[in-house]
């Protein structure tokens, strides 16, 4: 899943890139949906969900800008199968606190095949997933139990969307982390780093024509205008000998 959705977005980029527009994996996903060749899904069907930076967040966002507004509530969790387990905990986790509103939900989960990664990569993002699993069952849920303290949470705890650790990490950009590389690539990285490379190759050859193309098209009007001038100036050469002559 994770090769199909950069494969799907990878024509994206060159517009992203361009324009300075973040490329949203939900965007991705839609992209995948909606050009796809044997299904595909009409736009109409397609809600995309920008705010979320990772899984606990894609629920909370999920819901309290989705679902809880729009009244869905039998709902279907897809995602790969090393991610499904933390995946069910979260949403099991934050589908079920209490709300303003008392309807209740009904989960349903797919885990699809993991396409594209490594035994290694798999055993990496496996053992943190089931990090992430064991933390959200044994704390989170057990301490946040209401959609009010989720939001609790994400504001003064979560690295993305807690102002001051937002401020930190933009303050120090340059500062180095250390990061499992197999664990990188689960989340294809490397993958994204190769297109990256591939669109800004491409940008520049791009450039590169349009530059000759430019010089070409400036030589030959040059050219163009020397002719012109060098074909009048034998005319008033011919009119002067004529007048001359007469």
């Not at 899943?1 to 990878?10: E, G, P, R, T, Y």
């Not at 507004?69 to 199968?81: A, C, H, S």
């Not at 490594?118 to 301490?143: M, P, T």
Request: charged content about 20%.
């Amino acid at each position: 899943m994770v090769s199909c959705k950069i494969d799907s977005c990878f024509d994206l980029w060159i517009n992203t890139i361009q324009s300075f527009v973040a490329l949203w994996e939900s965007t991705a996903c839609a992209a995948y949906l909606m050009n796809h060749k044997a299904y595909p899904v009409d736009e109409h069907l397609l809600y995309v969900e920008t705010t979320s930076y990772d899984t606990i967040s894609n629920a909370f966002f999920a819901r309290s800008t989705m679902t809880d507004i729009v009244g869905w509530r039998k709902l279907l969790i897809v995602t790969n199968e090393f991610h499904i387990h933390r995946s069910k905990a979260i949403f099991d986790w934050i589908f079920n606190v209490p709300s303003i509103d008392a309807s209740t939900y009904e989960l349903y989960y797919l885990a699809c095949n993991n396409v594209g990664l490594g035994i290694d990569a798999l055993d990496s993002r496996r053992s943190h997933e089931a990090r992430g699993e064991s933390n959200v069952r044994s704390k989170l849920a057990a301490e946040y139990t209401t959609l009010q303290g989720v939001f609790e949470f994400l504001t003064t705890k979560h690295d993305f969307y807690t102002a001051s650790k937002l401020v930190e990490r933009a303050s120090s950009p340059k500062q180095e982390h250390v990061r499992d590389k197999l664990l990188e690539l689960s989340y294809g990285k490397p993958s994204l780093s190769e297109n990256t490379n591939r669109v800004y190759s491409d940008a520049i050859e791009l450039r590169g024509g349009t530059i000759c193309a430019s010089i070409i098209a400036f030589v030959a009007l040059f050219i163009g205008f020397c002719l012109v001038a060098i074909r009048n100036t034998q005319s008033n050469n011919i009119r002067e000998t004529s007048s001359k002559a007469n």
